[in-house]
T-cell receptor, first 113, second 117 residues
Protein backbone atom coordinates (compact mmCIF):
# COMPACT_ATOMS: atom_id res chain seq x y z
CA UNK A 1 0.00 0.00 0.00
CA UNK A 2 1.40 3.38 -1.04
CA UNK A 3 0.86 5.83 1.78
CA UNK A 4 1.61 8.85 -0.40
CA UNK A 5 0.13 9.09 -3.88
CA UNK A 6 1.77 11.43 -6.35
CA UNK A 7 0.16 12.68 -9.54
CA UNK A 8 0.68 12.86 -12.35
CA UNK A 9 3.23 10.09 -12.67
CA UNK A 10 4.68 11.62 -15.85
CA UNK A 11 4.56 15.18 -17.11
CA UNK A 12 6.08 16.44 -20.37
CA UNK A 13 5.81 20.15 -21.12
CA UNK A 14 7.40 22.93 -23.14
CA UNK A 15 9.73 25.51 -21.68
CA UNK A 16 7.82 28.47 -20.26
CA UNK A 17 4.70 26.53 -19.23
CA UNK A 18 3.41 26.33 -15.68
CA UNK A 19 2.70 23.07 -13.92
CA UNK A 20 1.47 21.63 -10.64
CA UNK A 21 2.21 18.23 -9.15
CA UNK A 22 0.32 16.74 -6.24
CA UNK A 23 1.09 14.59 -3.25
CA UNK A 24 -1.94 13.13 -1.46
CA UNK A 25 -2.52 10.85 1.49
CA UNK A 26 -5.26 9.76 3.84
CA UNK A 27 -2.77 10.05 6.70
CA UNK A 28 -1.74 13.13 8.63
CA UNK A 29 1.95 13.95 8.57
CA UNK A 30 3.99 16.02 10.98
CA UNK A 31 5.95 17.41 8.06
CA UNK A 32 6.34 16.80 4.38
CA UNK A 33 9.46 17.07 2.29
CA UNK A 34 9.94 17.55 -1.44
CA UNK A 35 12.97 16.24 -3.28
CA UNK A 36 14.26 16.40 -6.84
CA UNK A 37 16.31 13.57 -8.27
CA UNK A 38 18.35 13.51 -11.45
CA UNK A 39 19.33 10.27 -13.24
CA UNK A 40 22.04 8.33 -11.46
CA UNK A 41 22.03 10.60 -8.42
CA UNK A 42 20.40 10.55 -4.99
CA UNK A 43 17.37 12.76 -4.23
CA UNK A 44 18.18 16.33 -3.22
CA UNK A 45 16.02 18.03 -0.62
CA UNK A 46 14.15 21.09 -1.94
CA UNK A 47 11.92 22.12 0.96
CA UNK A 48 10.19 20.97 4.14
CA UNK A 49 6.69 22.13 5.03
CA UNK A 50 5.51 21.75 8.60
CA UNK A 51 2.46 23.88 9.36
CA UNK A 52 -0.97 23.18 7.85
CA UNK A 53 -1.70 25.74 5.14
CA UNK A 54 1.96 26.72 4.91
CA UNK A 55 3.24 28.09 1.60
CA UNK A 56 6.94 28.23 0.79
CA UNK A 57 8.55 29.71 -2.28
CA UNK A 58 11.88 28.76 -3.77
CA UNK A 59 12.46 31.01 -6.80
CA UNK A 60 9.97 29.72 -9.40
CA UNK A 61 8.81 26.82 -7.19
CA UNK A 62 5.88 27.22 -4.80
CA UNK A 63 5.14 24.51 -2.24
CA UNK A 64 1.92 24.28 -0.27
CA UNK A 65 0.97 22.03 2.65
CA UNK A 66 -2.73 21.27 3.00
CA UNK A 67 -4.62 22.62 5.99
CA UNK A 68 -5.15 19.10 7.31
CA UNK A 69 -1.49 18.19 6.69
CA UNK A 70 -2.50 15.26 4.48
CA UNK A 71 -1.55 16.64 1.10
CA UNK A 72 0.83 18.98 -0.63
CA UNK A 73 1.39 20.54 -4.01
CA UNK A 74 4.36 21.85 -5.95
CA UNK A 75 3.78 24.55 -8.54
CA UNK A 76 6.47 25.54 -11.01
CA UNK A 77 6.14 28.80 -12.92
CA UNK A 78 7.73 29.24 -16.34
CA UNK A 79 9.38 25.82 -16.35
CA UNK A 80 12.89 25.50 -17.71
CA UNK A 81 14.77 22.46 -19.07
CA UNK A 82 16.88 22.52 -15.92
CA UNK A 83 13.74 21.67 -13.92
CA UNK A 84 13.67 18.23 -15.56
CA UNK A 85 13.85 15.45 -12.98
CA UNK A 86 11.96 13.13 -10.68
CA UNK A 87 10.06 15.04 -7.99
CA UNK A 88 9.44 13.07 -4.82
CA UNK A 89 7.40 13.87 -1.74
CA UNK A 90 8.04 12.24 1.63
CA UNK A 91 5.99 12.37 4.80
CA UNK A 92 7.30 12.28 8.34
CA UNK A 93 4.95 10.24 10.52
CA UNK A 94 5.80 11.17 14.08
CA UNK A 95 2.44 9.94 15.23
CA UNK A 96 3.33 6.28 14.78
CA UNK A 97 5.47 4.33 17.15
CA UNK A 98 8.14 4.06 14.49
CA UNK A 99 7.97 7.49 12.89
CA UNK A 100 9.77 6.78 9.66
CA UNK A 101 9.72 8.61 6.33
CA UNK A 102 7.25 7.48 3.68
CA UNK A 103 7.91 8.28 0.02
CA UNK A 104 5.62 8.62 -2.94
CA UNK A 105 6.54 7.07 -6.28
CA UNK A 106 7.39 10.43 -7.77
CA UNK A 107 6.45 12.61 -10.72
CA UNK A 108 8.83 12.44 -13.66
CA UNK A 109 8.96 15.92 -15.20
CA UNK A 110 10.47 16.59 -18.61
CA UNK A 111 10.74 20.17 -19.84
CA UNK A 112 11.52 20.53 -23.53
CA UNK A 113 13.37 23.58 -24.87
CA UNK B 1 32.32 17.15 2.80
CA UNK B 2 29.72 16.70 5.52
CA UNK B 3 27.02 15.05 3.40
CA UNK B 4 25.95 11.42 3.27
CA UNK B 5 28.57 9.28 1.61
CA UNK B 6 28.01 5.92 -0.07
CA UNK B 7 30.56 3.46 -1.34
CA UNK B 8 30.93 2.13 -3.96
CA UNK B 9 29.02 4.29 -6.47
CA UNK B 10 28.72 1.41 -8.87
CA UNK B 11 28.97 -2.36 -8.46
CA UNK B 12 28.69 -5.05 -11.11
CA UNK B 13 28.54 -8.58 -9.80
CA UNK B 14 27.76 -12.04 -11.07
CA UNK B 15 24.58 -13.75 -9.96
CA UNK B 16 25.14 -15.73 -6.80
CA UNK B 17 27.92 -13.53 -5.43
CA UNK B 18 27.68 -11.57 -2.19
CA UNK B 19 27.99 -7.78 -2.15
CA UNK B 20 28.32 -5.24 0.64
CA UNK B 21 27.63 -1.52 0.49
CA UNK B 22 28.66 1.12 2.99
CA UNK B 23 26.95 4.33 4.07
CA UNK B 24 28.47 7.10 6.17
CA UNK B 25 25.70 9.40 7.41
CA UNK B 26 25.93 13.04 8.43
CA UNK B 27 27.81 12.84 11.69
CA UNK B 28 25.21 14.24 14.10
CA UNK B 29 22.31 12.30 12.56
CA UNK B 30 21.03 9.41 14.66
CA UNK B 31 18.66 7.95 12.05
CA UNK B 32 19.87 6.08 9.00
CA UNK B 33 17.65 4.71 6.24
CA UNK B 34 18.22 2.28 3.39
CA UNK B 35 16.04 2.49 0.29
CA UNK B 36 16.00 0.67 -3.01
CA UNK B 37 15.01 2.39 -6.22
CA UNK B 38 14.37 0.89 -9.62
CA UNK B 39 14.16 2.86 -12.84
CA UNK B 40 11.24 5.29 -12.96
CA UNK B 41 10.08 4.53 -9.42
CA UNK B 42 10.36 6.34 -6.13
CA UNK B 43 12.56 4.97 -3.35
CA UNK B 44 11.19 1.84 -1.64
CA UNK B 45 11.87 1.57 2.06
CA UNK B 46 14.10 -1.32 3.14
CA UNK B 47 15.10 -0.64 6.72
CA UNK B 48 16.14 2.03 9.17
CA UNK B 49 18.19 2.47 12.29
CA UNK B 50 18.01 4.82 15.21
CA UNK B 51 21.53 4.85 16.56
CA UNK B 52 22.60 1.18 16.45
CA UNK B 53 19.08 -0.25 16.80
CA UNK B 54 17.36 -1.53 13.69
CA UNK B 55 13.79 -0.32 14.22
CA UNK B 56 11.97 -1.58 11.16
CA UNK B 57 12.51 -3.88 8.22
CA UNK B 58 10.38 -3.95 5.10
CA UNK B 59 9.06 -7.24 3.79
CA UNK B 60 11.13 -6.36 0.70
CA UNK B 61 14.16 -7.21 2.83
CA UNK B 62 14.40 -10.95 2.26
CA UNK B 63 16.62 -13.16 4.36
CA UNK B 64 19.38 -12.63 1.77
CA UNK B 65 19.60 -8.99 2.88
CA UNK B 66 21.16 -7.87 6.12
CA UNK B 67 21.95 -4.42 7.40
CA UNK B 68 24.04 -3.39 10.35
CA UNK B 69 25.00 -0.20 12.13
CA UNK B 70 27.28 -1.56 14.84
CA UNK B 71 28.40 1.65 16.51
CA UNK B 72 25.54 3.89 15.52
CA UNK B 73 27.66 5.64 12.91
CA UNK B 74 28.25 4.05 9.50
CA UNK B 75 26.05 1.27 8.18
CA UNK B 76 26.52 -1.65 5.84
CA UNK B 77 23.99 -3.41 3.64
CA UNK B 78 24.90 -6.92 2.52
CA UNK B 79 23.14 -8.92 -0.14
CA UNK B 80 23.96 -12.62 -0.24
CA UNK B 81 23.52 -14.85 -3.29
CA UNK B 82 22.60 -11.94 -5.51
CA UNK B 83 19.87 -12.34 -8.11
CA UNK B 84 19.20 -10.33 -11.24
CA UNK B 85 16.15 -8.84 -9.58
CA UNK B 86 18.41 -7.22 -7.02
CA UNK B 87 19.72 -4.86 -9.70
CA UNK B 88 18.74 -1.37 -8.54
CA UNK B 89 20.03 1.83 -7.00
CA UNK B 90 20.53 1.43 -3.26
CA UNK B 91 20.11 4.73 -1.46
CA UNK B 92 21.10 5.67 2.04
CA UNK B 93 19.69 8.66 3.90
CA UNK B 94 20.18 10.10 7.35
CA UNK B 95 18.21 12.41 9.61
CA UNK B 96 17.66 13.39 13.19
CA UNK B 97 14.92 11.55 15.05
CA UNK B 98 11.95 13.78 15.79
CA UNK B 99 12.44 13.39 19.51
CA UNK B 100 15.92 14.87 19.18
CA UNK B 101 14.19 18.22 19.02
CA UNK B 102 15.68 19.09 15.70
CA UNK B 103 14.68 19.08 12.07
CA UNK B 104 13.83 15.62 10.76
CA UNK B 105 14.76 16.35 7.15
CA UNK B 106 16.40 13.39 5.47
CA UNK B 107 19.49 13.85 3.35
CA UNK B 108 20.46 11.27 0.78
CA UNK B 109 23.73 9.96 -0.48
CA UNK B 110 24.41 9.58 -4.17
CA UNK B 111 23.51 5.91 -4.09
CA UNK B 112 25.15 2.66 -5.11
CA UNK B 113 24.10 1.36 -8.50
CA UNK B 114 24.10 -2.46 -8.40
CA UNK B 115 24.02 -4.49 -11.60
CA UNK B 116 23.74 -8.26 -11.30
CA UNK B 117 24.71 -10.08 -14.47
Amino acid sequence: TQLLEQSPQFLSIQEGENLTVYCNSSSVFSSLQWYRQEPGEGPVLLVTVVTGGEVKKLKRLTFQFGDARKDSSLHITAAQPGDTGLYLCAGDDRGSTLGRLYFGRGTQLTVWP
Amino acid sequence: DTGVSQDPRHKITKRGQNVTFRCDPISEHNRLYWYRQTLGQGPEFLTYFQNEAQLEKSRLLSDRFSAERPKGSFSTLEIQRTEQGDSAMYLCASSLAWDSGGNTEAFFGQGTRLTVV
